[in-house]
């Protein structure tokens, strides 16, 4: 990415992982998200192990949130995601089941977008306390909207999905 060029939007993106190096899987996604000139990571949450949540008959999942500047419009960010979970062995059989790398489009900007392959904000992400723990650690006040809301989501989910701190983020 050329110095001068300047990031027009923030993104938050969840990752999760389940099968084999779990550790490998998130840090190979974040380093591929950032192959994209358009896109930088400028914030990643610390790491959390948790209890699957849907299917309940697998491995327990690492997940993080990291917070992007991009260039990209939000369809074209998510086909770039779709495209490294394809290249990390992402594998669709099972809904909600193991995977090497879960990414999800969490939040966009201010933007709300209700597409037939896109939602955002991603619609359950209010109800998971294993994105909005790592999202609130890393999130900017003024860059959530409803951030009083997901705070108090968050104490009512605290616990109730397993979610333990695995590896504190040292950025």
Not at 26 to 49: G, K, T, V, W
């Amino acid at each position: 990415m050329d110095s001068t060029q300047v990031l027009k939007e923030f993104a938050y993106i969840g990752l999760g992982s389940n099968i084999e190096d779990r550790e490998f899987y998130l840090a190979e996604a974040i380093r591929l998200l950032q192959e994209n000139p358009d896109i930088q990571i400028s914030r990643c949450s610390s790491i959390y192990e948790t209890d699957p949540v849907g299917y309940t008959d697998q491995a327990a999942f690492l997940n993080r949130v990291i917070k992007v500047e991009t260039n990209l419009k939000p369809s074209e960010l998510f086909k770039h995601m779709l495209s490294v979970e394809q290249l990390l062995g992402r594998v669709r059989d099972i809904r909600f089941g193991p995977r090497t790398i879960d990414l999800d489009l969490l939040l966009y900007g201010h933007h709300q977008l209700d597409q037939p392959e896109l939602l955002v904000p991603h619609p359950r992400m209010a109800e998971r306390a294993f994105v909005l723990i790592p999202l609130l650690e890393i999130a900017d006040e003024n860059s959530i909207p409803a951030m009083d809301i997901l705070k108090h989501n968050v104490t009512e989910l605290a616990g109730k999905e397993g979610v333990k701190l695995w590896i504190t983020n040292n950025n």
